[in-house]
C-alpha cells in the first residue's frame, strides 16, 4: 500500500465520521428550522466532506481508480464501527453479515492471480 492509498483510507474514515455528525445532529433536538441546519455538527461535518473530496482528488492523481473504489466501500465497516463505539447502537447479525461481504469483496478484488 502507498501513501497515496493510505491517503483514500484516511479520508474513508473521516467520511464515516463526517456522517457520524450528521447523525448526531439529526438526533438532537433544535430550536428552529435554522438552527437544524446550521449548527456546528453540520457545519463541521460539511467541512470535513470539503477536505475529503480534496484529499480524493489529491490521491487520485497516483492510485487507479478500481483501487479507489474498493477503498471506498470501507466507508460502510467504518460507520458501523463508530455508531457502534460512539451512538452505542445495536447492530443485527445481518448488519454484521453485510458488512463481512464487503471486507471479504475487499479482500477477494485486490488478491492478485497466482502465476
Given amino acids: 500500500?502507498?501513501?497515496?492509498?493510505?491517503?483514500?483510507?484516511?479520508?474513508?474514515?473521516f467520511t464515516a465520521f463526517s456522517q457520524l455528525l450528521l447523525k448526531i445532529s439529526a438526533n438532537e433536538k433544535h430550536?428552529?428550522?435554522?438552527?437544524?441546519y446550521l449548527n456546528v455538527k453540520v457545519i463541521t461535518a460539511y467541512f470535513i466532506f470539503a477536505v475529503v473530496l480534496l484529499m480524493n482528488t489529491y490521491?487520485?492523481?497516483r492510485?487507479?481508480?478500481k483501487y479507489g473504489a474498493v477503498i471506498d466501500a470501507f466507508t460502510?465497516?467504518?460507520?458501523?464501527?463508530?455508531?457502534?463505539?460512539?451512538?452505542?447502537e445495536k447492530f443485527s447479525k445481518w448488519k454484521l453479515f453485510g458488512?463481512?461481504?464487503i471486507v471479504?469483496?475487499?479482500?477477494?478484488?485486490?488478491?492478485?492471480?497466482?502465476?
Avoid at 31 to 36: I, K, S
Avoid at 76 to 88: A, E, T
Fill in 1 to 13: 500500500m502507498n501513501k497515496y492509498m493510505l491517503l483514500l483510507f484516511i479520508a474513508t474514515f
Fill in 31 to 36: 430550536e428552529n428550522t435554522l438552527r437544524e
Fill in 59 to 61: 490521491a487520485f492523481t
Fill in 63 to 65: 492510485v487507479d481508480m
Fill in 76 to 88: 460502510y465497516v467504518f460507520v458501523l464501527i463508530l455508531s457502534r463505539l460512539v451512538l452505542k
Fill in 99 to 101: 458488512n463481512a461481504v
Fill in 104 to 115: 471479504a469483496g475487499v479482500i477477494v478484488y485486490t488478491l492478485q492471480p497466482f502465476g
